[in-house]
């Protein structure tokens, strides 16, 4: 079971989590090109994807529950709890500034008055997005490397 649960967590970080981090820049693309409806639609898929992604944290539990004993893991093995932290930070910057920046890009968009990519939000996807992936690269490498 604990390799079943193992693989789900790692499946789900690749298809689930990965699209999270992406998408938005996918948007930053669209919003350069003036295109308002296709910003709705990722800012669309990208609050899906990060709901989602809450299944893989908490897979992410059930692997750590399940791990063998001589591993002495628990919330409180730095690593864990460090990738918590920062997937936490990366989840919240994501649902509460990049999707809502997304969103206003689109309704700025889909105005036509010439609104440019600055003004339409450009800047807060681009910070949002960017620092959310990086904190999602932290938590991949301090998965692997276990200090």
């Known amino acids: 079971m604990d390799t079943l649960i193992s693989i789900l967590h790692v499946v789900g970080a690749v298809f689930i989590v990965g699209p999270m981090a992406i998408l938005p820049m996918t948007a930053m693309r669209a919003v350069r090109a003036g295109n ?3 910003v709705a639609v990722l800012a669309k898929s990208t609050t899906i994807f990060s709901w989602l992604s809450l299944l893989v944290f908490v897979l992410g539990f059930g692997a750590m529950s399940l791990a063998p004993d001589e591993y002495e893991l628990s919330i409180t093995t730095p690593w864990i ?4 932290i920062l997937y936490v930070i990366a989840f919240a910057l994501t649902v509460f500034v990049v999707v809502p920046s997304m969103k206003k890009a689109a309704a700025a968009l889909g105005t036509s008055d010439g609104t440019d990519a ?3 939000g450009y800047p807060a996807i681009a ?3 960017g620092v959310a992936s990086l904190l999602l690269v932290a938590v991949v490498v301090l998965m692997v490397w276990k200090p």
């Not at 709890?81 to 918590?84: E, F, K, R």
């Open 36 to 38: 308002g409806a296709q």
């Open 127 to 129: 910070a949002g997005s």
């Open 118 to 120: 600055a003004s339409a």
């Open 81 to 84: 709890l460090w990738s918590i």
